[in-house]
Each structure stands twice: as structure tokens, then as C-alpha cells.
């Protein structure tokens, strides 16, 4: 005989969700309620959006991105929160996947609607002259062993800067959670790279001329619970993953925490907090301020910490320049 919990923070209602890091039992009201309002601490905490403002949220049309934008709806539906511009947009970085991510392009645009978010579609060839297979093709004919993984996120990073600029947005909105951070902060440490916890954070690039700050308010978040929330609310999610996630180091990690997670509740908190300590002391120290000096990226002219930038190199080495640099100079 199965005996009912009561909710342990309204008394009232039946539980529905065991939330193992605080140890409360939630009934399903409690629950959207206390991860929203997660959301608007963080964002009040941080002054991730304030009311002068133009933001633009960047929607993969996974559940995370979905769910932001729904939550923010909600909060500027509330007055909770103000800002001056609100902008959504999807990158088509015009691999195989991103055909099957657009067919929920209707789905997406209802929910921005609904949000008061003006809502695009953008063809990364557009934003930056060439497309995601095209450098991973040439750079393959060339030789070269790189994942897809690292050609989509670099060029992606890419063309949202050169679509911030465009639309003259003050702050890109992002879906990251608990559980992307934890794992960035553990892949830093695998590739041996400090230097790459100064850009670790809930704010990132604030302090970055020609660089447009990037803020995550679902950043305390853990994936369980977004997708939970995304269940509660009925909001879709992707069918099906990436062919190419398989393949990322990222994906290992994340079952690898999920497993350690099953004996300490807290540990993705725990490394967050340890790589947010890290990039503080980071931040304020003279040996790395000297050590890591911005420069200009001598083919675009974008902020970079070496003579040319990241984007800008794979380009260059997939015989893709020309196409490129018109697109993306600064």
C-alpha cells in the first residue's frame, strides 16, 4: 500500500518530485514555482537583465532554451522583470540535424510570441560567409582531425557575436545549466588550461570591449529539473540528440556526474562553486592578468588571446578566408 507524501513546503498538496540536494518533497505547483523563482534570484543577484537592456536569447529549440524563454515570458508577463528590447533567435548551423531542429520552428515561435520575444531564424553562412560543413569539409580534405563539435561551437560563438552587433544587443541570454558549467569546469582541468577559468562564470565577457556579455540565468539549475519543469508545462523536447554528441567529451562527463551525483547530492554545486573560486582568484591576480593579455585578432580584429582567433584560424585553414572575413570584421 503506497502512502502519500505532503508537500514539505505548502502542506497542502500531494508531492510529485523528490528534489535529493535540499531534501524536499515538492507537489507540482511548489515545484515550477520555486525553480522559477530560482531563476529571477539569480538574474536579480547578478543583473543579468535590467530594465535599459536589449537582450537577445539564443534558442536551439532543446528543451534548456525552451524552457528560459518560457520562463522569462512569465517573469516579464509578471513585471518581475523590465528591459528595453527583447529579442529570440535560432542559429541553422545547415547540418543534417538543424533540418530536423527546425521542424519545430512553429513551436518556437508560438512560445516567443507568447513571451513578447521577436523571434529569427539565421543561416550561419549569413552571419559569417560560411557554413559549419563547409569548414569541417575542408579542413578534413586538408587532413586535418578535428570534431564536428568544436567547428559547430566555435563558429557558432562566432556568428552570435556578429548578430549581436547587427541587432546593437547589450546582452546575449544563454540556456546554460548547472550541469553544463560542471562539466566546463572539469574539461578545463582535463586539457590542463587555468587560463580558461577567467571566462568562467554566470556572467561572461562583461569586461571584454567589441564583446557582447554573455549571462545564463538557468545556470543553478540541474538538467533533471528543466526537464521535469519542461514536462509540468508541457513544452516539447527534442526527439532525438546530435549524431556528433556521442563523440564529445562532454557526453561522457555527463554520465560520469550523473553517477557520482547518485552518492553526493550537491557534488555539480560543489564543482561550480570550485570553478567560480577559481576564476576570482583568476581574475584578481597580477601574475594572470599579465599572463593572459587580450589582443586584437590580426584577420578579423576581434578581442582574442592570440594573434588570430579561434574562428578565424579553423577558417583559414579550411581555404574558406575570402568568403569569411567581409562577414565578420569588426
Known amino acids: 500500500m503506497s502512502v502519500l507524501v505532503t508537500c514539505t513546503r505548502c502542506g497542502k498538496r500531494e508531492a510529485f518530485f523528490f528534489r535529493r540536494t535540499s531534501g524536499e518533497a515538492l507537489c507540482r505547483q511548489c515545484f515550477v514555482k520555486s525553480l522559477e523563482m530560482k531563476v529571477l534570484r539569480t538574474i536579480r543577484r547578478f543583473r543579468l537583465i535590467e530594465p535599459q537592456d536589449r537582450i537577445g536569447l539564443a534558442v536551439s529549440g532543446g528543451k534548456d532554451s525552451l524552457v528560459l524563454l518560457y520562463i522569462l515570458g512569465k517573469l516579464f508577463r509578471r513585471r518581475h522583470l523590465k528591459c528595453s528590447e527583447t529579442y529570440a533567435f535560432t542559429i541553422d548551423e545547415e547540418l543534417e540535424y538543424s533540418k530536423f531542429k527546425l521542424t519545430r520552428i512553429n513551436v518556437i515561435r508560438e512560445l516567443s510570441r507568447e513571451a513578447g520575444f521577436e523571434y529569427s531564424v539565421y543561416r550561419i553562412s549569413e552571419l559569417i560567409g560560411v557554413s559549419v560543413p563547409e569548414v569541417y569539409s575542408g579542413l578534413s ?38 550541469d553544463d558549467e560542471a562539466q566546463t569546469a572539469i574539461l578545463n582541468v582535463l586539457v590542463n588550461d587555468v587560463k580558461r577559468f577567467k571566462w568562467f562564470g554566470v556572467v561572461t565577457g562583461e569586461d571584454v570591449e567589441d564583446l557582447v556579455p554573455r549571462v545564463k540565468p538557468l545556470r543553478y539549475i540541474r538538467e533533471e529539473e528543466i526537464a521535469v519543469y519542461a514536462y509540468v508545462n508541457n513544452i516539447p523536447m527534442l526527439e532525438r540528440e546530435c549524431p556528433y554528441v556521442r563523440e564529445n567529451p562532454r557526453y561522457m562527463l555527463k554520465f560520469l556526474l550523473s ?13 561550480v562553486s570550485f570553478g567560480d573560486e577559481l576564476s576570482r582568484i583568476i581574475r584578481t591576480s597580477r601574475y594572470f592578468k599579465e599572463k593572459i593579455r587580450l589582443r586584437r585578432c590580426r584577420i578579423c580584429g576581434a578581442p582574442s588571446t592570440s594573434d588570430v582567433c579561434r574562428a578565424c584560424d579553423l577558417v583559414s585553414r579550411a ?10 570584421r569588426v
Request: aromatic share 4%; hydrophobic share 40%.
Open 141 to 178: 580534405e586538408r587532413g586535418e582531425k578535428i570534431h564536428m563539435c568544436t567547428v559547430c561551437g566555435v563558429l557558432r560563438r562566432k556568428a552570435v557575436n556578429v548578430l549581436a552587433r547587427r541587432l546593437n544587443l547589450t546582452k546575449i541570454v544563454t540556456a546554460h545549466n548547472l
Open 259 to 271: 553517477e557520482i551525483e547518485q552518492r553526493n547530492p550537491n557534488v555539480k554545486y560543489m564543482i
Open 319 to 328: 581555404g574558406l578566408l575570402e568568403r569569411y572575413i567581409d562577414a565578420v
